[in-house]
């Protein structure tokens, strides 16, 4: 069975720091894309950064670009999202996904996401 489950988030003030994990299991670990993405109510979702596990490429959406950092541990099937210097309109939930190709596309795996509040 394919799970990814999200944690580490929580209420933080602005400025402040987060570190959110994504336990990953059922699935080729090393062969997959897996991203973050995050959800305000009301909006669409967002791509926040992605890493490949096959060769470590890395993206970020230009909104975080010197603020989050998106890590992978294969050995333990993780992957984390460091997150500094929050704002404000960085508050949603957060959700971890995993897909084979470039970016996790709405039918490949995803977890039930952990929200992130960061006040002002």
């Known amino acids: 069975e394919v799970q990814l489950v999200e944690s580490g988030g929580g209420l933080v003030q602005a400025g402040g720091s987060l570190r959110l994990s994504c336990a990953a299991s059922g699935f080729t670990f090393d062969d997959y894309t897996i991203g973050w993405f995050r959800q305000v109510p009301g909006k669409e979702r967002e791509g926040v950064s992605l890493?490949?596990?096959?060769?470590?490429?890395?993206y970020y959406a230009d909104s975080v670009k010197g603020r989050f950092t998106i890590s992978s541990d294969n050995a333990k099937n993780m992957v984390y999202l460091q997150m500094n210097n929050l704002k404000p309109e960085d508050t949603a939930v957060y959700y971890c996904a995993a897909g084979p190709g470039l970016i996790p596309l709405p039918d490949d795996y995803w977890g039930q996401g952990t929200q992130v509040t960061v006040s002002s």
């Open positions: 890493i490949s596990n096959s060769d470590g490429s890395t």
